[in-house]
């Protein structure tokens, strides 16, 4: 009988262990990429391959991004009748995507004597000074 009692106890412990190290490996990827467009007019990311819009006011979430070095660039809509327009700040760029990597790229705007500017700043819950440039 304390064989068996044994071997239930065994089983009991291996089954708990397995639960806990299945609770800390996800299969879905925590990655995450926020564009949140303060600006006046619409804006358009290139990223992977997509054309991802997202309107004034709106913010926009790219989820389940696999780990990697990855390129962006932003184009956008100026106003009517707008005699010039320029961009400041992080508009394009490289990111490096670790494991548990959260990004948010914020756009905002200026509209000055028929000027617009469009302004993006980056920020990253990871070091993004260890990215290896790209060659051309």
Do not use: W
């Not at 106890?9 to 490996?25: E, P, S, T």
């Not at 990827?29 to 054309?51: K, M, P, Y």
């Not at 989820?63 to 508009?91: C, H, M, N, R, W």
Request: hydrophobic letters at 40%.
């Amino acid at each position: 009988m304390k064989s068996h009692q044994k071997a239930v106890n065994i089983l009991v412990a291996f089954v708990l262990i397995i639960g806990f190290v299945g609770l800390n490996c996800s299969s879905s990827l925590e990655n995450s990429i926020t564009f949140q467009n303060l600006a006046s007019n619409r804006i358009f990311i290139n990223f992977r391959g997509e054309l991802i819009t997202v309107e004034a006011g709106e913010t926009k979430i790219v989820k389940e991004i696999p780990k990697g070095l990855f390129t962006y660039s932003t184009t956008y809509e100026i106003p009517a009748g707008a005699q010039g327009s320029s961009t400041s700040g992080d508009v394009s760029g490289e990111m490096n995507i670790l494991a548990g990597t959260k990004i948010l790229i914020v756009y905002s705007s200026t509209y000055i004597d028929g000027n617009y500017t469009l302004f993006a700043t980056f920020s990253s819950s990871d070091d993004q000074s260890q990215i290896t440039p790209t060659t051309p």
